[in-house]
């Protein structure tokens, strides 16, 4: 947060990820701190759309972080409910234990997801070290 508040001058709360990372929790965590969007407050879930750090780098990956980031861009810009729906069933989605051997990075998005009832938006997706990492929005 240093880098996008160099002054440090706003206030910050971290939230942690429950241990059993189950996402339906996460995203009801996340529809739970809905309302401080209404104060103002920003709600912001760091992690990766892939995370696999023993395939960053291997050729083969590319296609299969492509059909997981397609699958995840769906979901992410799916209506509230749909949306709920399709990331408590993550895990079932082309190619997530390759994207995602542990979802700990996967996860915030959840949280952040949850804490908006409009659909979220596909903000960027660029290709690091062979695979594809997006970055989505919710109003």
């Given at each position: 947060?240093?880098?996008?508040?160099?002054?440090?001058?706003?206030?910050?709360?971290?939230?942690?990820?429950?241990?059993?990372?189950?996402?339906?929790?996460h995203v009801r965590a996340g529809e739970a701190i809905a309302a401080l969007r209404d104060?103002?407050?920003?709600?912001?879930?760091?992690?990766?759309?892939?995370?696999?750090?023993?395939?960053?780098?291997?050729?083969?990956?590319?296609?299969?972080?492509?059909?997981?980031?397609?699958?995840?861009?769906?979901?992410?810009?799916a209506d509230h409910a749909e949306r709920a729906a399709l990331l408590?069933?993550?895990?079932?989605?082309?190619?997530?234990?390759?994207?995602?051997?542990?979802?700990?990075?996967?996860?915030?998005?959840?949280?952040?997801?949850?804490?908006?009832?409009?659909?979220?938006?596909?903000?960027?997706?660029?290709?690091?070290?062979?695979?594809?990492?997006?970055?989505?929005?919710?109003?």
């Open positions: 947060m240093k880098v996008a508040f160099p002054d440090a001058d706003i206030p910050l709360v971290e939230m942690s990820i429950e241990a059993g990372y189950d996402p339906a929790l104060e103002g407050v920003l709600i912001i879930g760091s992690g990766m759309s892939f995370h696999n750090l023993r395939a960053f780098g291997d050729p083969r990956v590319e296609q299969p972080s492509r059909l997981f980031d397609a699958w995840l861009t769906q979901a992410a810009t408590a069933d993550w895990a079932d989605a082309p190619y997530a234990r390759l994207s995602h051997p542990r979802e700990d990075h996967l996860i915030p998005l959840m949280v952040a997801a949850g804490a908006s009832a409009s659909p979220g938006r596909h903000d960027y997706e660029e290709l690091v070290m062979g695979s594809v990492i997006s970055g989505y929005s919710f109003a």
